[in-house]
């Protein structure tokens, strides 16, 4: 078998199937042998595992997975990248890739369908350009997934794995601490990469909580008044969700005060249960 993070393995691969990185595509291959290994081990694949993976590339992440779990499937957008990994997955029966837009791509049939009887993991070097739309979609989607472990751009690992009231939080760490529990696992450097990015990654994994942090009457509601909180950094709570959502200033202040919170308070200073309580209070 070939190895997938050998630089002269991946431009021979590609460059015989006549394909170029696309940097909008966010492509850029793992060529540090050690981190898909790692990630495989960590992602929770067994035997009796299906892996959803986003983003083959040349399938280094790919076998590591193979070799774990019971089946594989991949959803990769570069048709280009059919023939190259018709190649380099040649060995394995357990892989499935399919050719779409992960965001396009209707994961409860995907499960369903290939994955009868397995417990399902998602593992993926994502993408950097749609980090968060992706991770965002597995999480409300509410997929009868166990855990998602992801290779992102340090920085948004950073604001994922922060807990929700801490300086670093914002809208994003209230969806993810919601949904999931979430823990940094490694750092990886540019220089892993081929071609190197110009940022840091961190492999982060989110395990899905069997029911949600906190109970709220109207989720999506719920996630509106969040992003309106978030959505002015620098303002309080008040004048952030009162410019977001169209409420006067003095039913949000209300809200606070039966919540027991400072009419100041910034959405960053907001725990997830007084993000709850004051949901519950401002739309009750
Ligand atoms: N897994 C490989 C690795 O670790 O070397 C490739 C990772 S690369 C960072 C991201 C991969 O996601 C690329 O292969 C790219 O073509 C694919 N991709 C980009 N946007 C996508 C989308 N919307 N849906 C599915 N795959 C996508």
Same mark, same amino acid.
Do not use: H, W
């Given at each position: 078998m070939k190895n997938l993070s050998d630089i002269s393995v991946i431009r021979d691969v590609m460059e015989r199937h006549g394909m170029s990185f696309s940097?909008?595509? /966010?492509?850029?291959?793992?060529?540090?042998?050690? %981190? +898909?290994?790692?990630?495989?081990?960590?992602?929770?694949?067994?035997?009796?595992?299906?892996?959803?993976?986003?983003?083959?590339?040349?399938?280094?992440?790919?076998v590591e997975l193979a070799k774990r779990a019971k089946k594989v499937v991949c959803v990769e957008l570069d048709s280009r990248l059919l023939p190259v990994l018709d190649e380099t997955l040649a060995d394995f029966d357990n892989i499935e890739i399919i050719n779409a837009d992960v965001m396009k791509t209707d994961l409860h049939k995907l499960i369903e369908e290939k994955f009868s009887g397995m417990k399902v993991v998602v593992c993926a070097n994502l993408p950097y350009y749609i980090t968060s739309p992706i991770i965002t979609m597995l999480l409300e989607e509410k997929l009868p997934i166990e855990a998602i472990t992801v290779m992102i751009q340090k920085e948004a690992a950073d604001r994922f794995c922060t807990p929700? /009231?801490?300086?670093?939080?914002?809208?994003?760490? %209230? +969806?993810?601490?919601?949904?999931?529990?979430?823990?940094?696992?490694?750092?990886?450097?540019?220089?892993?990469?081929?071609?190197?990015?110009?940022?840091d990654s961190t492999v982060i994994r989110l395990d899905i909580r069997p029911e949600p942090a906190v109970k709220v009457s109207d989720e999506k509601k719920f996630f509106q008044m969040v992003r309106g909180a978030f959505s002015q950094r620098r303002k309080t709570a008040v004048n952030s969700i009162s410019s977001a959502m169209g409420i006067p200033k003095a039913e949000i202040i209300e809200a606070l005060h039966k919540s027991d919170l400072s009419e100041t308070v910034r959405a960053e200073k907001l725990t997830m249960d007084d993000l709850a309580r004051l949901f519950e209070n401002l739309f009750e």
């Open positions: 940097k909008a595509l /966010g492509q850029n291959f793992l060529i540090n042998p050690s %981190v +898909c290994p790692r990630m495989a081990d960590m992602c929770g694949a067994d035997k009796n595992t299906g892996v959803i993976e986003i983003g083959a590339g040349v399938g280094v992440l790919t929700v /009231g801490s300086r670093d939080s914002g809208a994003i760490t %209230v +969806c993810t601490n919601y949904y999931a529990t979430a823990k940094q696992l490694f750092q990886v450097s540019r220089g892993s990469f081929l071609p190197a990015p110009n940022v």
